[in-house]
């Protein structure tokens, strides 16, 4: 009898192993991979000019396709958000609740094998290699909140831990799994040329956006100023893209850096007010926030101006288009660099 296993694709190097070395072992195996809407490495690396080298793929599908498996992607962005929002173990070193994320993530694969008829789990976790979520002492605890118990397998770590159902029962060979343990990648590396794997995504970091210290100041920015810890996914594809400034608590400007990201945000013209330099090339920006007044207006344009080819002109004409409305034309002088507070920089 085959036994089966779902293996959580990430679609970094560690899943890739994983995975493999079950296959190794004679083991069915089908990935799964939970959409966020925090993992989009294809969306930023299209649009930039600055990342034309990186692959424009979606890396669970292409780790999926080597491993010649079939992958089942699940959309979790709405039940997700109480994660983002409510973590019950707390956040990492930004806003990334990293144990809350793997429990829950661990919990939605463990009843989609109960229901699909697999026997078990596979997660390409090594000890010690995430201050947070991959501790010794934290294993126990993914496995008990998430119901899954000891149907995890952890290949690359599987010596370092205690043995699981799917050994104990003989369904999979302890001995041809690892003891991968610490910080370093070169074991896992060293592995993949094994299998005969050379190409990966890159073993570092992972795609999260939440553990990007950027990405987090702008997020908490968000919740602050709209008086609640709420979001969709407009906002998480938006604080992704562009230079963002925020001259008040009643709005904000999302300035394009690049015309990949000045076609991308065209994209949300009629769901914002905007504004696009018309005397000079420059940027388009999106108003997010309260309708502006017209002093918020002529200084929203000026700091726009600032980004154009007409910074040092005494003059710029722009464009200011509400939501659903008629364009106004303006003609203002391009706020100065050194009267843009860096305190107003979202990095």
């Not at 997660?123 to 008990?144: D, H, L, Y």
């Not at 394009?256 to 013209?269: I, K, N, P």
């Not at 005397?279 to 309708?291: D, K, M, N, Q, W």
């Amino acid at each position: 009898m085959t036994r089966k296993a779902a293996a959580l694709i990430s679609g970094g190097l560690d899943s890739l192993l994983a995975a493999k070395a079950m296959q190794q072992q004679g083991i069915h195996v089908e990935g799964i991979n939970f959409f966020t809407g925090f993992c989009v490495e294809g969306h930023t690396h299209a649009i930039r000019k600055k990342d034309k080298a990186k692959p424009k793929r979606n890396n669970a599908l292409w780790v999926a396709e080597q491993l010649g498996i079939k992958l089942h992607i699940i959309d979790i962005v709405e039940e997700y958000k109480d994660v983002v929002i409510n973590p019950k173990h707390g956040y990492g070193a930004n806003l990334n609740p990293c144990l809350d994320c793997k429990i829950f993530m661990v919990s939605k694969a463990h009843q989609w094998i109960l229901q699909k008829g697999f026997d078990f789990l596979v997660t390409g976790e090594v000890i010690g290699q995430r201050p947070m979520s991959q501790r010794k002492e934290t294993m126990p605890i993914v496995a008990n909140e998430s119901g899954a118990e000891d149907l995890i397998v952890r290949p690359l770590c599987a010596k370092n831990l205690p043995p699981t159902r799917p050994e104990l029962e003989g369904w999979i060979e302890r001995e041809k799994m690892f003891d991968f343990s610490g910080r370093s990648r070169k074991p896992q590396m060293a592995l993949a040329a094994e299998y005969g794997f050379d190409d990966y995504a890159q073993p570092a970091g992972g795609c999260c956006f939440l553990t990007d210290e950027n990405y987090s100041v702008k997020l908490q920015d968000l919740w602050t100023n709209r008086g609640a810890k709420k979001y969709d996914i407009d906002d998480i594809m938006l604080l992704k893209v562009g230079r963002h400034v925020r001259p008040s608590q009643a709005f904000k400007l999302i300035i394009a850096r690049e015309e990949g990201e000045t076609r991308f945000l065209s994209g949300y013209r009629k769901q914002f007010q905007s504004i696009k330099t018309v005397s000079h090339a420059g940027p388009l920006a999106l108003v997010e926030g309260a309708t502006l007044n017209p002093e918020q207006i002529r200084q929203a344009c000026a700091i726009v101006a600032r980004f154009s080819k007409g910074k040092q002109a005494d003059q710029v004409e722009l464009s200011f288009s509400p939501a659903n409305g008629e364009p106004q034309s303006l003609q203002v002088k391009p706020m100065p660099a050194h009267e843009i507070p860096q305190s107003w920089y979202l990095v």
